[in-house]
């Protein structure tokens, strides 16, 4: 815990310079090529681009300790009110994909594991090792044009049919439709999230496979899993109770990071679906030059990030508590 804000002020220092070496001009580009001198001098004073750098930073530090982002450069809107619509977005995309890549990852693992060297174990390795190896893009494309184009089962981009009103509340779909009980947005919302998040879980999902394989056997060989089948225990007890809770901390170590990743926007998910999550949202922020857009999306990716590692941290004890120890 005493990590995190050291962690985060190298981050926002790292983020800043960074951002402001990227060559372009945020007022030429909000102004256009054809902008006079004058113009882009007096803009550049307007949004502070004229100060010292240490000056930007302070007066981006001050703002970022009061809860403040700024706004965006290009839309002139509160940098918090746009990731309040446009995170909830990548969120609710993350946690369907992550559960689709922990349900079916650690599953075939274990499977993988407890049958070694089984028809299933090398069938799940080769399709872990084909998920890890596949673009995201190439597969994307791939799933929309069989199940939308081709067998018009599920639709095509976006996160709600057209003709499907809602009212955002906490702007997550799904909950947002329990809420209100419109099952029929809910479904929609559900189809529509089908084939962006099953694209998104296939890296997840296969290193997650490999870990909780590796690690099983790993754990599978210790004298104390023998004593245990000596003892006469059943082999789904062996597993269960005594293995997989023993493995499951490099698995977890897995999952943390992924969902950190899949947190920070699935840039290439979240254009081939249409889907308006923070992912996009940075990409045009960074087409843009919008310093402040950047700086307040990449400041909040990394604070989901670190916070994300330290609850990991925690739930090592909880799972093995030597660790306590």
Do not use: C
Not at 102 to 131: E, H, K, N
Request: charged share 15%; net charge positive.
């Amino acid at each position: 815990m005493a990590q995190v804000i050291p962690t985060l002020l190298g981050l926002s220092v790292l983020v800043f310079l960074m951002i402001h070496m990227v060559p372009g001009d945020p007022a030429e580009m909000m102004l256009g090529e054809r902008a006079n001198e004058n113009s882009l001098r007096e803009l550049r004073h307007q949004l502070g681009l004229d100060q010292p750098l240490y000056v930007q930073y302070g007066k981006f530090m001050g703002r970022l300790v009061q809860g403040d982002l700024g706004r965006a450069l290009r839309t002139n809107e509160k940098i918090t009110k746009e990731i309040k619509e446009h995170f909830p977005a990548t969120l609710e995309l993350s946690l369907v994909a992550i559960t689709f890549a922990i349900v079916f990852g650690m599953l075939a693992g274990i499977v993988s594991a407890t049958r070694q060297y089984s028809v299933f174990d090398y069938g799940s390795m080769v399709l872990s090792l084909i998920g890890v190896s596949m673009p995201i893009f190439w597969l994307g494309l791939v799933l929309m044009i069989i199940f939308s184009v081709k067998l018009a089962w599920l639709p095509l981009s976006g996160r709600l049919s057209y003709d499907i009103v809602l009212e955002p509340i906490t702007h997550l779909y799904l909950v947002d439709s329990l809420l209100q009980g419109n099952w029929v947005a809910f479904k929609d919302a559900l189809w529509h999230l089908i084939m962006p998040a099953f694209t998104l879980s296939t890296i997840p999902m296969a290193i997650i496979a490999r870990m909780t394989r590796s690690s099983m056997l790993e754990v599978l060989r210790q004298d104390y899993i023998r004593t245990a089948k000596a003892k006469g225990l059943s082999p789904r007890m062996v597993h269960y109770k005594h293995a997989l809770r023993n493995a499951l901390i490099p698995v977890v170590t897995i999952i943390g990071l992924q969902f950190s990743i899949l947190l920070g926007g699935a840039i290439l998910t979240e254009t081939i679906f249409a889907w308006p999550g923070i992912g996009s949202w940075l990409l045009n922020s960074v087409y843009a030059r919008d310093f402040n857009a950047v700086q307040g999306g990449t400041m909040l990716i990394a604070m989901v990030f670190v916070l994300i590692n330290v609850v990991v941290d925690i739930m090592y004890a909880w799972i093995n508590p030597r660790i306590k120890v």
